[in-house]
């Protein structure tokens, strides 16, 4: 008897282990199965073809550095200086930095003792610095056709064609067409950052501006400062600063209002406060579809009504936090301690206060602590939603993606929110500290 | 005696009152900050709330009666979608899968008592701290411009906010584990992958499997979300849908449908799974 039952015994332990056997070797099985699967599906051998490394090449040296621009005009002659190439970093008519001297010859300094003249006759000369083993270049327009000194065998740094010459070295970049003779400095750093080129302020550094003489005779020094970089007309500081509030906005509307409409249908859809069974799979199906309908479709369909903005980004959270919080809410009803209840009941309390002094405690610190979670989640869904509908820094940073060029303001953004989404993180955990264990 | 008793009644009171009152002041300045945030948000957005709210159904009821007449073809249109939806799908498992693989690594590694280098702890920690800062949509938007559009931008960008969703559970599940089998492992001088294989991972393994499984719910909804600013699947499908504009919604309607089925399907499918593993009885 105790024979026969050691043998099942073992006999099941036997079948355990092979079964763990096979499942250990079909698992990883299984999982690189779908991954050569996706590998095809997903097109992985031809991402090479699709991908783009110049262009992350740009939108890395444009992170950190920005160019000016050094134009001539080939059919008037006037030379322009202007940063990114932009008119807001245009440089007033007549004046350049210190590294352009502007005249009949323009000169053009770059670094490492490489310079670029454009001469008279919609002509220009490269002069390499002594010692460096390429040649000078010379090239001038005659009959809308680019001529070069340059022999047959092209050098590597230059791509030449009858319309267009482009030359690249390390110190810059020089393109010559038809309609205009262009250089390209490059420097380190966000240009502008603080004050445009129009601003009194621009090149003044921070001591000269906050202790040193009246630069601007109408405003004060620190006033006029403050506002010329809050207007500045590049980085619009202002804009983003209320974006970044609009996406907080968003997020704490959101919130707070779900967690609010969600905290009395949750007594209904919580099987030990809800009586009635029709009320309790009516609310609870209500929390599935707001739930499963997504924050994608509801934006789309908010922003249909609402038109773009930060009321129609809370909407969209809110409702499909609302059917979050019931669920999250009713569980943690449906787990409620009910000792404290009855302690109450004993003393001769009413329904109400029975809710009032055995439950409320209980469930609302619960319910704040998964309030407080959700409010850093949906700073990050926040900023996604504004980036569909319009709306916020999300909306600000697809503007500056699709523009392709001005990838410092997209890294300025990127920083800002990661900055914005720790800041909400810290501040949801130190509010939950002191709110729910009081400290 | 009496005297005492009264005093302390008294001073019960008083920090009563003053809790309540406290409380109050708490309570009124959420109001008040909500009530001037909405109407706050409602001047800043285009369309008013007033304004809109009747207009809140046209949009569905539009779709509705495009899709109504034709509901013969809608089956079809489920067929031709089917593929974008599986795409979307893929999208959240792929990256569910690698993030969650690495979220292991880093979260072992970020784990005091378990690290294979206490120094950088703190290194990893941060590191996590900035893949779940970063949301999905930055990375994705930006790799787009690189990449080129498809599936593989938003896959790179959910996986790697996976890692920091992922590896922050993964860690605290990890701080719970008993370090007894560790010990055990390393007197018989076992390999640091040895010990968090056959030490740490069993314990720790249904808790994480637990939390990957709501971590693929929500990556089926990003994923979808991510389609939308051009990054493959249903989402692409959905806002070229959208662009055709009033008395074409019939194919936005199916996209809808198949989106809403998806999301409900995994939904149940990993709370049911996850109500498993958390309460006994092996899935496997």
């Known amino acids: ?439 | 005696m009496a005297y005492v008793d009264s005093d302390f009644r008294a001073h019960y009171f008083e920090m009563l009152r003053r809790k309540r009152l406290y409380s109050g002041i708490v309570l009124a300045i959420f109001v008040l900050l909500l009530a001037s945030g909405f109407l706050l948000a409602n001047d800043r957005n285009a369309g008013g709330f007033l304004q809109g709210m009747p207009q809140v159904l046209d949009f569905p009821a539009d779709v509705v009666a495009d899709a109504a007449p034709k509901v013969a073809e809608l089956p079809a249109h489920l067929v031709t979608y089917f593929p974008a939806l599986l795409e979307t799908v893929n999208i959240a498992a792929v990256s569910t899968l690698a993030g969650g693989v690495l979220a292991i690594f880093v979260s072992l590694l970020s784990t005091r008592g378990l690290a294979r280098f206490p120094r950088p702890i703190p290194v990893f920690r941060r590191f996590m701290d900035l893949c779940r800062a970063i949301p999905e949509i930055v990375i994705a938007l930006i790799l787009i411009f690189v990449l080129g559009g498809g599936p593989v931008p938003a896959m790179i960008a959910i996986a790697f906010h996976t890692i920091g969703a992922l590896g922050k559970l993964f860690s605290e599940v990890n701080e719970n584990a008993d370090l007894k089998p560790v010990e055990g492992l390393s007197s018989v001088g076992a390999s640091w992958m040895q010990r968090m294989w056959l030490g740490v991972v069993p314990q720790v393994a249904p808790n994480w499997l637990s939390y990957a499984l709501l971590r693929f719910e929500i990556n089926v909804r990003a994923s979808a979300i991510l389609g939308f600013v051009g990054a493959g699947g249903i989402g692409y499908e959905l806002k070229n849908t959208m662009s055709w504009g009033q008395g074409k919604f019939d194919e936005a309607a199916a996209i809808f449908i198949l989106l809403f089925l998806t999301i409900v399907v995994f939904d149940q499918l990993s709370s049911a799974v996850r109500n498993r593993l958390t309460h006994g009885r092996a899935v496997l």
Not at chain 1, 224 to 250: C, P, Q, Y
């Open chain 1, 1 to 439: 008897m105790q024979g026969t039952a050691s043998h099942a015994r073992y006999a099941a332990a036997e079948a355990l282990l092979s079964r763990k056997r096979l499942m250990a070797f079909l698992v990883p099985g299984v999982v690189l199965a779908y991954l050569v699967y996706i590998f095809f599906a997903f097109d992985i051998p031809g991402l090479a073809q699709r991908a783009d490394l110049e262009n992350g090449r740009t939108l890395i040296r444009d992170a950190y550095s920005y160019k000016t621009h050094v134009t001539r005009d080939n059919r008037s002659g006037d030379v322009s200086v202007s940063i990114e190439g932009e008119r807001k970093g245009d440089y007033p008519e007549g004046t350049a930095p210190e590294w352009v001297a502007l005249g009949e010859e323009t000169v053009v300094t770059l670094p490492r003792g490489h310079e670029v003249r454009f001469l008279p006759g919609n002509a220009l000369v490269y002069d390499f610095p002594e010692g460096d083993p390429r040649a000078d270049i010379e090239a001038r327009i005659e009959d809308r056709e680019v001529v070069t000194d340059i022999g047959e065998a092209l050098p590597d740094h230059v791509s030449l064609s009858s319309s267009r010459l482009n030359i690249t070295t390390e110190a810059g970049r020089v393109s010559l067409t038809n309609n205009r003779t262009e250089v390209f400095r490059y420097f380190t750093g966000w240009e502008l950052f603080f004050f445009t080129l129009d601003s009194p302020y621009h090149g003044h550094s921070f001591w000269s501006i906050a202790f040193g003489e009246r630069i601007d005779s109408e405003r004060t020094n620190i006033a006029g400062a403050v506002s010329d970089f809050w207007n500045n007309a590049m980085w619009r500081h202002k804009d983003v600063a209320w974006a970044i509030f609009e996406t907080i906005l968003m997020a704490f509307l959101g919130t707070a209002g779900a967690a609010l409409i969600a905290l009395p249908l949750a007594f209904v859809a919580a099987r030990n406060f809800s009586r009635l069974w029709a009320a309790r799979f009516g609310v609870r199906r209500i929390f599935d579809f707001v739930r499963g309908v997504d924050g994608l479709i509801w934006t789309i369909v908010l922003s249909r009504a609402f038109g773009p903005g930060p009321l129609t980004g809370a909407l969209a959270i809110l409702l499909t936090d609302t059917g979050t919080f019931g669920k999250l809410f009713s569980e943690t009803l449906e787990n409620v301690d009910s000792k404290q209840i009855e302690g109450v009941q004993s003393t001769g309390a009413k329904k109400l206060q029975r809710y009032r002094f055995g439950v409320i405690p209980q469930v609302i610190p619960v319910f704040l602590s998964q309030a407080l979670y959700m409010l850093e989640s949906n700073t990050r869904s926040a900023t996604i939603i504004g980036a569909i509908t319009g709306g916020g820094i999300g909306l600000l940073l697809t503007q500056a993606i699709i523009t392709q060029k001005d990838w410092e303001e997209v890294t300025y953004y990127i920083v800002l929110i990661i900055l914005m989404v720790m800041f909400m993180d810290s501040a949801s955990s130190w509010l939950r500290n002191k709110l729910i264990r009081g400290e």
